[in-house]
Each structure stands twice: as C-alpha cells, then as structure tokens.
C-alpha cells in the first residue's frame, strides 16, 4: 500500500458501531401508486398537472421497490450496509391522511422491515417524504394546523404497528423543502405559490414533528433537518446581512425549534407577518426531546444582499418563485467550486462547518448524516459505471465525517443517498444519485463502481464487529 492508499484508509476508518447505511424515499422509489387501497398522494396529483415534472414524468412505476424490495435487500447486504434509512407512504396507511389504518399497506412495511432484519439491516424509519395524503391538501394542506394533529395520529399508528420491527423513527424528512419549495416556490408539490402559507406549512411541519414525537412515545426517535454552509459574497454589511437571514430560513428555524424549543427572534421580524397561529404550547411541543439529528447536508450557498441576481443557488428544472420568504431580494453567487450534475456547489468543508457547529450550539444531541450524495451524468458501459465524481464526492464527505467526529462531534453514522437512482422529484427520471444503477426500462439493478467502493469502505470498517449480534 502507497503512503497515499494509508493515508486515505486512516481518513475513512470509523469508531465500531458507526451506522453504515444508505437512504430513498417511498414515492421516489416504490411505485404501485394504485396497489392495495394506496390513496392519493400530492405529488400524485402535482405529476399530472402540465409543466410541473421535467418530461413530464411521473412515479407510478418508480423503480418498482414496491415489488422488489427483496432483490433491493440483497443489494444492500451486498454492500454490506448496517442501516438502511427509508420512508413510510402515508397514503398507504391512511388513505385519506385520517381514520382508520390500511392493514395491507402496513403490511408492505412490515415485509420489509422483516428482510432488513433478516439481513442485520437496522431499519431507520422516516414517517414523511413529502407525500401528504391528497384529501388533507384539499382541506388546506400543511398551512391548516389540523395536518399536524392528523400527522401525530399516523405517527401514533405506524409507531404502534412497527415498534418491534423498527428500532428509530423519525418525523419530518426535510421540513424546509416541504413548506418552502412546497408552498413559496412552487418548485413542490403541491406547487402553490403563498409566502405566508409557506411560512404557516412550516411552523405545522414542526408542530407536526413535536405532536407526534410525544404521540409516538417511541424508544428511539429523530428529527430530520437539511442545512446548508452558508457564506457572505463579500464582508458587505448588506452581504452579511443576506447570510445571516438565510441562515435563518434554512437552518435556524428548524434547529432552535426543534433543539431549543423556539424560533429566532431575527428570523421572524425578518417575515414582518402576523405570528398568531404560533399557539401557546406550540414550542414546547415542537421542541420535545429527541434522542438524534438526522443531518441532510449537500452543498454550501454564497449569497449577496444585491438584488438581482439569481433566487437560489442552482438552476430550478421549472417555472418556480423565490423559496426565501421575506428574504426575496437576497441572491445566490457562484462560489467557484465544482458543481454536481444538480449544479450544487461541492464543499465537504461545509459538512464539518454545520456538524461542528450544532455540536458547539446546541444542547448535545447525537447526529447522523442522513442524506449526503451527489448526482452527475452516468454512463452505463459495457455493464459498468465508472462514476469516479459519485466516489471521489462520497470520499470527500466521509473523511469530512471522520474529521469532524475527532473534532468532538457525536456522529453516529452516514447515509449516502441514494441507495438507488430513482425520481428526483421535479427533475423527474433526468437526475441520477444512486450508488446503484437502474435501468428505467427494465429496473435492472448494477453496482456502479461507487457502490463497489463503498461496500470495500464499509469492509474494512465492519471487519472486527462481531457477527453473531
Ligand atoms: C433531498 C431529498 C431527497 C433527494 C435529495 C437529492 O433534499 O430529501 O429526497 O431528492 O435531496
């Protein structure tokens, strides 16, 4: 072995015990939208509305997960994870998003759970990737406060139906996307376009979060948020003050009221809008404890207080409106680092920059990194991808990991996502993350080198664990 080859190796050895896993999304993958008294979801509705999806592509086949979700289990094994992280369809529960529980779509989960076990897989289980129940939009969605208390009851009921297959739920996958690409920019479903109503979305989400935290009373429960590093275009005041507010929008509103029980005052004298449905008990609720931070990290914003440029930091796939509520005029600059094939910025820096800082600024909690990948432009040849950038970006924030575990910080694992390509929401089939390659045509699975890659990573890391656990 090369100096190099050593070197590398020490940079991506991890603590025993350290979750090896990777991560999908029920509607990204599953399919069989209309299967066994599934209900319609929002982005049922929003994949059939005209200009939405790139392609105009929709998930009702997916990746067919619903139905191989054995072979995807032998994949996993394959790689070796211990961990994999995926997300419960609310409509399969509950049709309607309300009333009684839907055994035969239980029964998917408990299918699957059974597998993951089979194969020393623990099951990390997300209640909600974004695909609110149809009906409960038609009764005003996340800006009515009643899609909180119905989200606590489904929590409540998933909880009681899988607490023995399933070791760690978690709540909200992403908070800030559903509310603010959800209902600001339109860029989600259900792709409205009501600044204020964003805002009220995003107080539910976490209100959503917090009642079923309680309801749930589960032995092991998270959080999910997905930040960003975030800097100043230039030492400005005005430059200064663009990164201070999306800070705010981004990462403080979720991590104070999740971990501190309240919001940041500038945060919301930066909205300038009537607060009155933030109730008494709200905060307390939202900020119940939970015992991990699932941590979605992908890229770092440069941002300027100069109007006029760009409303966010990569170009949307579709017509969409500015997510920053009462923040609009702030731009997004380039920052001058390579980009994914998404046109997200590549700084693993960022990654140790926010796991440091939620360890120095907030009441200790453990994290994982719950989502962190990239997508460039795969090529499938001669039954091989080399994907080279996939690995070295996967590298690069795994050693970023490491260094921030020495730095103090309590990380207990890392999901890569994504397990598979699947359906990058409003970029339709168009964006491939996957460790794994999928024909859409065929749903033929193939390692791509990366997934080769990781698998050796893990290898080496889960040598000296014991096998009979
Ligand atoms: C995250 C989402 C996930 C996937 C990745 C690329 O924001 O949680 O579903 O789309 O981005």
Not at 66 to 92: K, N, Q, T
Not at 267 to 275: F, Q
Not at 286 to 296: K, Q, R
Request: glycine content about 10%; proline content about 5%; overall charge negative.
């Amino acid at each position: 072995m090369t100096t190099q080859e050593e070197q590398t190796r020490a940079a991506l050895r991890f603590p025993p015990g350290f979750a090896w896993g990777a991560a999908t999304s029920a509607y990204q993958i599953e399919g069989a939208v209309g299967e066994d008294g599934r209900g319609a979801s929002i982005w049922d509705t929003f994949t059939r509305t005209p200009g939405r999806i790139l392609g105009g592509h929709h998930a009702d086949v997916a990746i067919d997960h619903y139905h191989r979700y054995r072979e995807d289990v032998a994949i996993m094994a394959r790689l070796g994870l211990s961990a994999y992280r995926f997300s419960v369809s609310w409509p399969r529960i509950q049709p309607g998003g309300s009333g009684p529980v839907n055994s035969k779509g239980l029964d998917f989960y408990k299918r699957l759970t059974d597998e993951l076990r089979r194969h020393d897989i623990d099951p990390w289980l997300t209640l909600y990737h974004w695909d609110l129940p149809q009906e409960l939009e038609d009764a005003g969605g996340w800006p009515n406060r009643d899609t909180a208390y119905r989200f606590a009851e489904y929590a409540a009921a998933v909880h009681e139906a899988l607490k023995d297959h399933v070791h760690t739920f978690s709540t909200v996958n992403e908070p800030w996307c559903a509310a603010f690409l959800g209902y600001a920019s339109g860029e989600h479903a259900p792709g409205r376009r009501e600044p204020e109503n964003a805002i009220r979305g995003a107080h539910h989400l976490n209100l959503a979060h917090g009642l079923a935290v309680q309801a749930m009373n589960a032995r092991r429960v998270g959080g999910c948020v997905n930040l960003y590093a975030i800097t100043p275009a230039t030492g400005a005041e005005r430059d200064l003050d663009a990164a201070r507010r999306i800070d705010g929008l981004q990462n403080r509103f979720f991590l104070d009221a999740l971990l501190l029980g309240r919001y940041p005052e500038d945060v919301l004298a930066d909205l300038g809008m009537d607060l009155g449905f933030i109730q008494p008990g709200d905060m307390k609720a939202i900020g119940a404890p939970i015992d991990v931070l699932l941590v979605n990290y992908y890229s770092r914003f440069t941002v300027s207080g100069e109007p006029g440029g760009r409303a966010s930091a990569a170009a949307a796939p579709t017509d969409t409106a500015s997510p920053w509520v009462g923040s609009e005029h702030v731009s997004f600059v380039n920052g001058g680092r390579p980009v994914t094939a998404m046109g997200w910025e590549i700084d693993e820096d960022g990654l140790v920059e926010i796991l440091t800082r939620v360890a120095r600024e907030y009441p200790p909690i453990p994290m994982v990194v719950s989502e962190n990948g990239a997508a460039f432009d795969d090529a499938l040849v001669d039954g091989r991808v080399h994907d080279r950038e996939r690995q070295a970006y996967v590298e690069a924030h795994l050693a970023a990991c490491r260094r921030a575990i020495d730095l103090g910080v309590p990380l207990q694992g890392y999901f890569a996502w994504s397990l598979m390509d699947n359906f990058e929401w409003a970029w339709g089939y168009g964006k491939r993350f996957g460790l794994v390659h999928v024909d859409f045509e065929t749903q033929e699975r193939l390692l791509k080198d990366s997934a080769l890659w990781y698998a050796e990573i893990i290898r080496q890391n889960r040598r000296h664990e014991p096998t009979d656990s």
